[in-house]
């Protein structure tokens, strides 16, 4: 299993932005997925998680009404969808995935995408 994250960049305050991350890999529809990001001197933190369907997802308070995850199973994708965004919101993105349950803890997920810097301005 290898996960590609994209979608990175440069953006204002109040900008919009789109991640995706690439599964490879056999059976998508049976890995839960999640992003996560790592702010400059700081932890990992949970961002957001989806479920195998995408019939549930979880969000971390600071991002819930402004981010949207979402998948698609037949394309082996999982893309969060950042609106509104703000300097505190600057970190490496990372995609998680795994065969177990969706968590918010980063300790659940076995696979990690390499992460794609989003940078917002003030």
């Known amino acids: 299993v290898q996960l590609q994250a994209s979608g990175g960049g440069l953006v204002r305050t109040g900008d919009s932005l789109r991640l995706s991350c690439a599964f490879s890999?056999?059976?998508?529809?049976?890995?839960?997925s999640a992003w996560f990001r790592q702010a400059p001197g700081k932890e990992r933190e949970f961002v957001a998680a989806?479920?195998?369907?995408?019939?549930?997802?979880y969000y971390a308070d600071s991002v819930r009404g402004r981010f949207t995850i979402s998948r698609d199973n037949a394309m082996n994708t999982v893309t969060l969808v950042m609106n509104n965004l703000t300097p505190e919101d600057t970190a490496v993105y990372y995609c998680?995935?795994?065969?177990?349950?969706?968590?918010?803890?980063?300790?659940?997920?076995?696979?990690w995408g390499q992460g794609t810097l989003v940078t917002v301005s003030s």
């Open positions: 989806i479920s195998r369907s995408g019939g549930s997802t």
């Open positions: 890999g056999r059976a998508f529809s049976t890995y839960v």
């Open positions: 998680a995935a795994d065969r177990s349950r969706t968590s918010t803890s980063q300790a659940l997920y076995e696979y």
